[in-house]
């Protein structure tokens, strides 16, 4: 007489050897960390797929080890972005847990039919939906390319933080790369206050810590500062230096989405985002799906100073 295993028991199995056969294929180096010395297991070691997903190293052994236990949808999603899964790898995951992701390749819906026409038809003006964590949602042809080539990002990587600290073209844009990066790890550090347990947030803390000794330099420094509007110089690689004002419009709550805008201070600064606006539809290509829902949407409300 044979015994047949649970579901539920081979699910365990089969998400513990998948989980481990990706960490397994990522290289220290893919994901920002130092190999070091006397390294003899083949990937990521289980406490360095613990600091990425900021989750605990004992609960992760246990997750590979197949026992019973619960895993949230933010835990996975920040699973996924640790071990940088595929889409198709994403939504095994998922599969496997039993669990809805929160973040699939899909449509996001608080980015309206509406607000995707008004990114449009704002026309040459940069302006793109942002969440709290900086995670871009939509934007028009010209913010694409206005800092980088956001179309070419896969999109877990269309995020101002993780571009601030490295990637180069965004970086190159900036007139005063220190002052900028300073500032934006301030905001979030303001932010992440009323996230401090959320594993989406923890995540993304722990992927820039990794990454870059610069931001870590900064988040050492417990610097806060709130949201407003600021005029700033970017160095676009198409039409040159453009003088603009960062603008945010409320989408609902004031730690929720916003609809950033970049609005030209003088005339030169305008002339250049409408050549710019005129490069992008010559080469324009479909604009990969926002990254992930937000929080609802009500009504625009200005900015706070």
């Known amino acids: 007489m044979t015994t047949v295993a649970p579901d539920s028991d081979v699910r365990r199995h089969e998400l513990a050897e998948f989980l481990r056969s990706r960490r397994e294929r990522i290289t220290p180096e893919q994901v920002g960390l130092p190999r070091g010395r006397r390294r003899r297991t083949p990937g990521l070691r289980r406490e360095e797929v613990a600091q990425l997903s900021a989750v605990g190293v004992t609960w992760y052994t246990w997750l590979e080890q197949a026992r019973e236990i619960q895993v949230s949808p933010q835990v996975l999603d920040a699973l996924a972005r640790a071990l940088l899964l595929d889409a198709s790898e994403r939504t095994h995951l998922f599969a496997l847990a039993g669990s809805l992701d929160p973040a699939p390749h899909a449509p996001c819906p608080s980015v309206t039919p509406a607000l995707r026409a008004m990114l449009d038809q704002l026309g040459p003006i940069p302006a793109c939906i942002q ?72 995540a993304l803390l722990a992927r820039l810590e990794a990454r870059s000794p610069e931001f870590r330099e900064l988040w050492a420094r417990h610097e806060v500062l709130g949201l407003g509007a600021k005029t700033k110089y970017v160095r676009n690689a198409h039409v040159g230096l453009l003088h603009l004002e960062h603008t945010n419009l409320w989408l609902g709550p004031a730690a929720g989405p916003r609809l950033v805008t970049m609005v030209p201070v003088d ?37 706070a100073a």
Do not use: Q
């Open 267 to 303: 005339e030169e600064s305008r002339a250049g985002l409408e050549r710019l606006a005129g490069l992008d539809l010559t080469d324009r290509r479909r604009r990969p799906e926002p990254l992930e829902p937000s929080e609802p949407l009500e009504l625009l409300t200005p900015a």
């Open 131 to 202: 969440n709290s964590r900086y995670d871009i949602l939509a934007y028009n042809s010209t913010y694409g390319r206005l800092l980088c080539d956001l179309d070419a990002l896969p999109p877990e990587d269309r995020n101002c933080l993780w571009l601030a600290f490295t990637n180069a073209d965004w970086r190159a844009s900036m007139a005063d790369v220190a002052e900028v990066n300073r500032t934006i790890v301030a905001k979030f550090r303001a932010a992440m206050a009323e996230h401090l347990a959320e594993p989406a947030w923890k």
